[in-house]
């Protein structure tokens, strides 16, 4: 459940995602392909620190 709730909170691509980037839409000097430019690397980024931090640090919690 732990690789899934971080997963979860991986959403900065789309405003309907996330509060914060959905008023950063809302004032509209900020059009979805560049939320999505922004956005695509943290979640890129995201993912891979957890999978390093899923195969490393909680590996025996897992089992």
Do not use: R
């Amino acid at each position: 459940a732990v690789p899934v709730a971080i997963a979860c909170s991986l959403s900065f691509m789309l405003p309907m995602a996330d509060p914060t980037v959905a008023m950063a839409y809302g004032t509209k000097y900020i059009n979805i392909k560049e939320i999505f430019k922004a956005g695509l690397p943290l979640v890129i980024i995201g993912i891979i620190i957890t999978i390093i931090v899923m195969l490393t640090l909680a590996q025996p919690f897992i089992g």
